[in-house]
C-alpha cells in the first residue's frame, strides 16, 4: 500500500491527503489530482453572488500545497477502472494500490428543460457571479430561489440564500417591491432538525419570504418566464436563482461503480465493493447529507484505516455521520446546526441560535481549512 490515488481536492480529498501526509510522509506516495487549479469553499458561492467578495479572493489555489509524500497533479480524469485501480487522465495513466474516489457532484443543467437559457443557478463559481451580475438591475418583481431536484449540496443553502436575498434588496431600498418564493423539494427547510426548520420558517414568515415546500421546479418557459413545477402549477418570475439537478460526474458514471446515480460504499468504512477502492463525499451514497463537513469526517475515517493497515495498529471506529453547519440567517447572524446522522436510530439535529458569535465560528471554520490544507 504505497501508492495511494486520490481523485478530487475538494473537501474529502484535501482532508484526506492532509490526514496522510501529517501520519505517513514520505513513506508513501500520494497522488492528488484534481481538473481545477483551485479550491473554493461552498459557501464561498453566497458571497459571490451577494457581491461582499470576488471569484478570485476565494480561490485557494493547488500549487500553495506542500506536504511530505503528496503530488498535486491538475489532470482532468477521463476513465477509472476500479478493477484494475487504474485511472488515465488527460496526461497519463495511474496506477494504485489504493484509490480515493472523492470527485464529489456536478450539474445536471439538461435534466431541468429551459433552466439554461431562462434561469440562472448559483451553485457554481461561474454561475453565481453571472447571477451577482444580474442582481443589481432587479427592483422590482417576483425573485424564486428554485430547487430543480433532491439530493443537493448543502440543503440549508437554497435557504441562506432567500433570507440573502430579502437583506441585499432591502439594503437597496426596494425590498417592497420584490417577492421572494423559496420553492423546495422537502417538507420542511432541514428536515432532521425540526428545531432548525422552525427558526428558518419563523424568519421566512417575518421577512414575507414564501415558502412552496414538497416541491421541485421541474422546468423553466424562458418565453413567458414561468417555472413549471413537478406537480404541473406555474409560477411567474423575474428572476430565477437555482439549484441544478445534481449527478455524480460523468467519469464516475462511465465507471461502472455507480447505482442510482451515485457510488454505494459501506457506511461504515467507505468502501466500496471494488478492493481497495474507497469512495468519499458528495459522490458517495452512504445516507448523509451532500456537505463539506460530512465528505470531511469520511475521509478521516478512511485515512485512519489506511493509516492502520500501514501501520499494523487497530482499525478506527465506524463513520459516524455527524458534523455541523452553519446557516446564514441574514442580519449578520448565522445559526448552527449539529448532525448526527449514523449513530442512532434516525436522523437528529440539534440547533444553536443565530448570533454574531457563529460569525466569527464559521469564519474559523474557513480559515482553520485553509491553514491546514494550503498553509495559509
Ligand atoms: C452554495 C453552497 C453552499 C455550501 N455551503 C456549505 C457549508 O456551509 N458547509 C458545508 O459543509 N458544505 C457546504 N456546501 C457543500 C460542499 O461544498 C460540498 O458538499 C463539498 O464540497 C463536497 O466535498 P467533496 O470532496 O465530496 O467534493 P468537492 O468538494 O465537490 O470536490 C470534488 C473535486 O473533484 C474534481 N473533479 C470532478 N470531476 C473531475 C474530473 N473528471 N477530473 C478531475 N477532477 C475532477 C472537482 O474539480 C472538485 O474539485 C455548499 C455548497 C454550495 C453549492
Not at 443537493?152 to 435557504?159: Q, R
Amino acid at each position: 500500500m504505497r501508492r495511494v490515488v486520490i481523485l478530487g481536492a475538494g473537501f474529502g480529498g484535501l482532508e484526506l491527503a492532509t490526514m496522510l501526509s501529517e501520519e505517513l510522509g514520505d513513506d508513501i506516495d500520494i497522488a492528488l489530482i484534481d481538473k481545477n487549479d483551485a479550491f473554493v469553499f461552498g459557501y464561498s458561492k453566497l458571497d459571490v453572488l451577494f457581491g461582499r467578495t470576488t471569484p478570485d479572493a476565494v480561490r485557494l489555489p493547488y500549487r500553495d500545497i506542500a506536504k511530505p509524500g503528496v503530488r498535486f497533479l491538475q489532470e482532468t480524469i477521463t476513465s477509472i477502472d476500479p478493477e484494475a485501480r487504474r485511472v488515465t487522465t488527460d496526461a497519463g495513466v495511474h496506477d494504485a494500490d489504493v484509490l480515493i474516489v472523492a470527485l464529489g457532484a456536478d450539474y445536471d443543467l439538461d435534466a431541468t428543460p429551459g433552466i439554461a437559457e431562462a434561469g440562472n443557478e448559483f451553485y457554481s463559481v461561474a454561475g453565481a457571479e453571472r447571477l451577482a451580475g444580474l442582481l443589481p438591475v432587479f427592483s422590482r418583481g417576483r425573485a424564486i430561489v428554485g430547487v430543480c431536484g433532491a439530493p443537493f449540496k448543502c440543503p440549508p443553502a437554497p435557504s441562506e440564500a432567500a433570507l440573502l436575498l430579502h437583506d441585499y434588496l432591502s439594503v437597496r431600498g426596494v425590498r417592497d417591491a420584490c417577492e421572494i418564493s423559496l420553492v423546495m423539494p422537502f417538507g420542511t427547510p432541514v428536515p432532521p432538525s425540526p428545531d432548525t426548520s422552525e427558526a428558518l420558517l419563523a424568519a421566512f414568515a417575518e421577512r414575507g419570504i414564501e415558502f412552496v415546500s414538497g416541491r421541485r421546479v421541474a422546468s423553466l418557459d424562458a418565453g413567458r418566464s414561468v417555472a413549471v413545477l413537478d406537480d404541473g402549477s406555474e409560477m411567474p418570475f423575474d428572476l430565477f436563482l437555482g439549484v441544478p439537478r445534481h449527478q455524480a460526474p460523468g467519469v464516475v458514471l462511465a465507471s461502472g461503480m455507480s447505482e442510482d446515480g451515485y457510488v454505494p460504499v459501506s457506511s461504515k468504512t467507505l468502501e466500496t465493493r471494488f478492493p481497495g477502492v474507497y469512495a468519499v463525499g458528495d459522490v458517495a451514497t452512504i445516507g448523509v447529507p451532500k456537505a463539506g463537513v460530512f465528505a470531511e469526517g469520511a475521509a478521516r475515517v478512511v485515512a485512519d484505516s489506511l493509516v492502520a493497515t500501514l501501520r499494523g495498529g487497530e482499525q478506527p471506529a465506524a463513520y459516524g455521520g455527524q458534523g455541523s453547519c452553519y446557516i446564514e440567517f441574514g442580519a449578520d447572524r448565522v445559526g448552527r446546526v449539529d448532525i448526527d446522522f449514523l449513530s442512532g436510530p434516525k436522523p437528529t439535529g440539534t440547533f444553536r441560535e443565530p448570533s454574531a458569535a457563529l460569525v466569527a465560528e464559521k469564519h474559523d471554520f474557513g480559515s482553520s481549512r485553509s491553514a491546514r490544507w494550503f498553509g495559509r
